[in-house]
């Protein structure tokens, strides 16, 4: 048998020590993240609003965003269309569900859709003006 040297024996030891160590530690930190999940912070002291309104025009910028890159983008654009339909903007969802249309002529949900969307914006012009919302309504309001 081979002799071994100090220097051999302290290489061994300090190998061993160090996995030893790296698996304790990798350990303890999955078994910390398992028991305190890490929450996003929210930042309310940054004034951002949180609104169900705001969270829906940031992603809408976002999906605007990737349209500028791919204006095809199947994905972006239902999910814009589904933006504006929460919006209740229906003038806005059209185009882009017409475009779905166009790039999909055999997809039945997307002719559904936008056949809805017509629908709906039809009935929003044969609808006459509530008095709330009319021109007059608001100058004499601010009048007073």
């Not at 654009?77 to 933006?83: A, D, G, P, R, S």
């Not at 044969?126 to 309001?141: I, K």
């Amino acid at each position: 048998m081979a002799k071994t040297t100090p220097k051999e024996i302290f290489k061994k030891s300090f190998i061993i020590i160090s996995g030893l160590a790296f698996v304790l530690f990798s350990a303890s930190s999955v078994i910390k993240m398992m028991t305190k999940p890490i929450t996003p912070p929210v930042n309310q002291s940054q004034g951002e609003d949180s609104s169900p309104n705001a969270i829906l025009q940031k992603e809408a910028k976002g999906y605007e965003l990737v349209l500028e890159k791919e204006p095809n983008n199947r994905f972006a654009l239902e999910k814009l269309v589904e933006i504006h339909l929460q919006s209740r903007n229906l003038a806005a969802a059209l185009p882009l569900m017409e475009k779905l249309v166009k790039i999909d002529p055999e997809n039945q949900r997307y002719q559904e859709v936008f056949k809805i969307i017509k629908q709906g914006l039809q009935a929003q012009k044969s609808q006459p003006q509530s008095p709330l919302n009319s021109p007059n309504n608001n100058e004499e309001n601010q009048k007073k």
